[in-house]
């Protein structure tokens, strides 16, 4: 027993000397006096606090990790349970320093100063563009500042993280979704967000691949089949009536159809509705003339959406003549200027 005990103590020792050791100072101003600062750190896709910090008279926490791995911390405020959370990855050997400003009318961290990290420069990078569009009251921006940002540093870990602000956007995303995950699954390909990237990418048909096959009842129940559109330039259109997004897209969709028909463009649209009365409205109140419109009327169970991994609409497909897939998510004038390059090769 006394042997087993020793064995067992040395390979811990082994262990513990063989992972590498990652420190973290943080000082923080605007905090009152009696705040305390929450560590968390993930278990089962939730943040799980770990420990609880004091900072010292300037504001300053203190902490250290041992890791074979990158390590993904939370911290936040007590007694605040609404609060905001600064996200942390540390690597293995990293030293790292950031100064944040907390910022209660805003409910929001601000990083002022970061040193010895790629991935809290970029972090900074997040927080200081929500500040400013906050502040100058430019919030319409912020979808679209991030997805800068996060395109033109998709080989920092980081990204791969920050890149889930648009997970219920999803589908409008695969791109920088793509991109993040082609620049980080060679030198991370067991981390939980890469991984996540990966099985999210896995879930759809990407441009390149040949149009899987749909084939679903039209109003009057007749099967329509994608392939007989095979020779045509096709747009799958996944809609509801619902929708208003897509309610307010049919226009443009509309005048589309009408602009290049007559050159080959087809649209075979996929209705994710459960109600076949209000699914005919919708056709008819929005003047949706083509002939390919259907739908099993199963909603979010459709197995067209399923087929091409849909958790978003209104979402698109352009697939070319040859059946395979052009472009996703092409709307209004990207979508136009795709046909228009197509159609005067």
């Given at each position: 027993?006394?042997?087993?005990?020793?064995?067992?103590?040395?390979?811990?020792?082994?262990?513990?000397?063989?992972?590498q050791?990652?420190?973290?100072?943080?000082t923080?101003?605007?905090?009152?006096?009696?705040?305390?600062?929450?560590?968390?750190?993930?278990?089962?896709?939730?943040?799980?606090?770990?420990?609880?910090?004091?900072?010292?008279?300037?504001?300053?926490?203190?902490?250290?990790?041992?890791?074979?791995?990158?390590?993904?911390?939370?911290?936040?405020?007590?007694?605040?349970?609404?609060?905001?959370?600064?996200?942390?990855?540390?690597?293995?050997?990293?030293?790292?320093?950031?100064?944040?400003?907390f910022?209660?009318?805003?409910?929001?961290?601000?990083?002022?100063?970061?040193?010895?990290?790629?991935?809290?420069?970029?972090?900074?990078?997040?927080?200081?563009?929500?500040?400013?569009?906050?502040?100058?009251?430019?919030?319409?921006?912020?979808?679209?500042?991030?997805?800068?940002?996060?395109?033109?540093?998709?080989?920092?870990l980081?990204?791969?993280?920050?890149?889930?602000?648009?997970?219920?956007?999803?589908?409008?995303?695969?791109?920088?979704?793509?991109?993040?995950r082609?620049?980080?699954?060679?030198?991370?390909?067991?981390?939980?967000?890469?991984?996540?990237?990966?099985?999210?990418?896995?879930?759809?048909?990407?441009?390149?691949?040949?149009?899987?096959?749909?084939?679903?009842?039209?109003?009057?129940?007749?099967?329509?089949?994608?392939?007989?559109?095979?020779?045509?330039v096709?747009?799958?259109?996944?809609?509801?009536?619902?929708?208003?997004?897509?309610?307010?897209?049919?226009?443009?969709?509309?005048?589309?159809?009408?602009?290049?028909?007559?050159?080959?463009?087809?649209?075979?649209?996929?209705?994710?509705?459960?109600?076949?009365?209000?699914?005919?409205?919708?056709?008819a109140?929005?003047h949706?003339?083509?002939?390919?419109?259907?739908?099993?009327?199963?909603?979010?169970?459709?197995?067209?959406?399923k087929?091409?991994?849909?958790?978003?609409?209104?979402?698109?497909?352009?697939?070319?003549?040859?059946?395979?897939?052009?472009?996703?998510?092409?709307?209004?004038?990207?979508?136009?200027?795709?046909?228009?390059?197509?159609?005067?090769?």
């Open positions: 027993m006394k042997r087993l005990f020793i064995i067992i103590t040395v390979l811990a020792a082994s262990i513990a000397a063989s992972a050791k990652s420190d973290l100072s943080c923080f101003s605007g905090l009152e006096k009696s705040a305390r600062i929450v560590v968390s750190e993930p278990h089962g896709g939730r943040l799980i606090p770990v420990d609880t910090l004091t900072p010292d008279k300037k504001g300053r926490i203190s902490l250290s990790r041992y890791a074979y791995t990158p390590q993904f911390l939370g911290l936040s405020l007590l007694p605040s349970t609404n609060g905001p959370v600064l996200h942390v990855i540390l690597l293995p050997k990293e030293t790292v320093t950031l100064e944040v400003d910022m209660p009318s805003i409910n929001h961290f601000n990083i002022t100063s970061v040193k010895g990290s790629d991935n809290m420069t970029l972090y900074k990078g997040y927080t200081n563009l929500l500040t400013e569009l906050v502040q100058n009251q430019q919030t319409n921006l912020i979808d679209s500042r991030i997805e800068d940002l996060l395109d033109a540093n998709p080989g920092v980081m990204s791969a993280f920050l890149v889930t602000y648009f997970e219920q956007s999803f589908e409008q995303h695969v791109g920088l979704y793509k991109k993040i082609d620049a980080l699954i060679g030198q991370y390909p067991n981390e939980d967000f890469v991984k996540h990237l990966d099985s999210r990418l896995k879930s759809v048909i990407l441009p390149g691949t040949e149009a899987p096959d749909i084939e679903l009842p039209d109003p009057e129940g007749k099967l329509r089949k994608l392939s007989d559109l095979r020779g045509k096709v747009l799958i259109d996944f809609w509801a009536s619902w929708c208003r997004p897509c309610r307010a897209e049919n226009p443009n969709v509309v005048r589309i159809y009408n602009m290049y028909h007559e050159r080959g463009f087809e649209v075979f649209s996929v209705s994710l509705d459960k109600d076949r009365s209000a699914w005919l409205k919708a056709i109140d929005d949706l003339t083509w002939p390919n419109h259907v739908s099993d009327l199963r909603g979010w169970s459709s197995a067209g959406g087929l091409y991994g849909i958790s978003s609409i209104p979402s698109t497909v352009l697939v070319g003549p040859d059946g395979k897939i052009l472009a996703r998510n092409l709307r209004g004038q990207q979508l136009e200027q795709k046909l228009k390059e197509i159609f005067n090769k």
